[in-house]
């Protein structure tokens, strides 16, 4: 059973930096890093394979966020810089055994609690 849990949520400016943190039991092959907002549908922002050699980014946040992972520590990260308030949304992290990166939510199995992130005006 692996289970996941996020962190570094919180309520900041425009143009200001957050960094969340996802700590997962368990081997965990591929995580990914969605958000929700209210009214819309949950979206892939980032996610990252265990090697940490293949990453993805959703258009809305390239050249603003990064993913990183430590697998000795069996953490993973997002620095998300230059936020802006459609960044606004419930960050979740999650995680599935499978070595290749699919934007689906359906193909993640195992998912946090989800963190909130607040972009000011």
């Known amino acids: 059973q692996v289970q996941v849990v996020e962190s570094g949520g919180g309520l900041v400016q425009a143009g200001g930096s957050l960094r969340l943190s996802c700590a997962a039991s368990g081997r965990t092959f591929c995580i990914g890093w969605f958000r929700q907002a209210p009214g819309k549908e949950r979206e892939l922002v980032a996610a990252i394979t265990w090697s940490g050699g293949s990453t993805y980014y959703a258009d809305s946040v390239k050249g603003r966020f990064t993913i990183s992972r430590d697998n000795a520590k069996k953490t993973m990260y997002l620095q998300m810089n230059s936020l802006k308030p459609e960044d606004t949304a419930v960050y979740y992290c999650?995680?599935?055994?499978?070595?290749?990166?699919?934007?689906?939510?359906?193909?993640?199995?195992?998912w946090g609690q989800g963190t909130q992130v607040t972009v000011s005006s």
């Open positions: 999650a995680a599935r055994p499978a070595v290749v990166i699919t934007t689906i939510p359906a193909a993640y199995e195992y």
